[in-house]
């Protein structure tokens, strides 16, 4: 749960609720029933990312 979380990170809750905040704006988390939290990832999304750069001849690059 979310205050293990807190505990685990050793940041203070406004800075672990910020990040979530920012991460649940971001479409990148969903909670759950008893405080808990989960992030997502779109692996399908980042193979097409890498692969349009490979082919382009860019540097790959990962955000957040």
């Given at each position: 749960?979310?205050?293990?979380?807190?505990?685990?990170?050793?940041?203070?809750?406004?800075?672990?609720?910020?990040?979530?905040?920012?991460?649940?704006l971001?479409?990148?988390?969903?909670?759950?029933?008893?405080?808990?939290?989960?992030?997502?990832?779109?692996?399908?999304?980042?193979?097409?990312?890498?692969?349009?750069?490979?082919?382009?001849?860019?540097?790959?690059?990962?955000s957040?």
């Amino acid at each position: 749960d979310v205050n293990n979380l807190i505990t685990w990170c050793d940041r203070t809750p406004a800075v672990v609720w910020a990040a979530i905040l920012e991460l649940k704006l971001a479409g990148q988390l969903t909670r759950h029933y008893g405080n808990r939290v989960s992030r997502q990832f779109n692996f399908l999304m980042d193979l097409v990312d890498s692969s349009s750069a490979i082919a382009s001849n860019q540097p790959t690059t990962r955000s957040g």
